[in-house]
């Protein structure tokens, strides 16, 4: 059960993901949850530094998909500009959509990125993904992930 809620690494944002670490272990695919991940909710089009994330990724081979519980018109508006296929409404926790936006690709090879235990993290480990959790940008001090993350290092 604890092992649902843990995530296979952590990092305070993503831009201080190990990138070619993560190539080394044959990563291929990121999923990254959008709000509170990438980018706060204020931040309606990528800043230059998630940009430059998204061209290194690139650079090193990833396929970078966003996979999003927002809406449509928030994904698509943030997303129009940028190399990477972006999904909304994906109902993480729940793999169905999760898994079948990222069909076509060995689960060996993807990464799911978040911000939340209980909808990026469950959604990975439902999948037998691996998983990497980040600090929120806008609520790094939730109190429902601290009670997790309590629970689970217990």
Known sequence: MVRLFTADAYFKSVFEIDLPALKRLGKTVLAIDLDNTLASYAILEPTEQILAFLKAAEELGFTVIICSNNNKSRV???????NAVAHHHCLKPLPFKVAYVLRGYKRCEIVVIGDQIRTDILAAKLLGVYSILVDSIEDPNHW????????VNN
């Open 76 to 82: 698509r508006h943030f997303s129009k500009d940028i």
């Open 144 to 151: 429902i992930e601290n009670l997790i993350k309590r629970f």
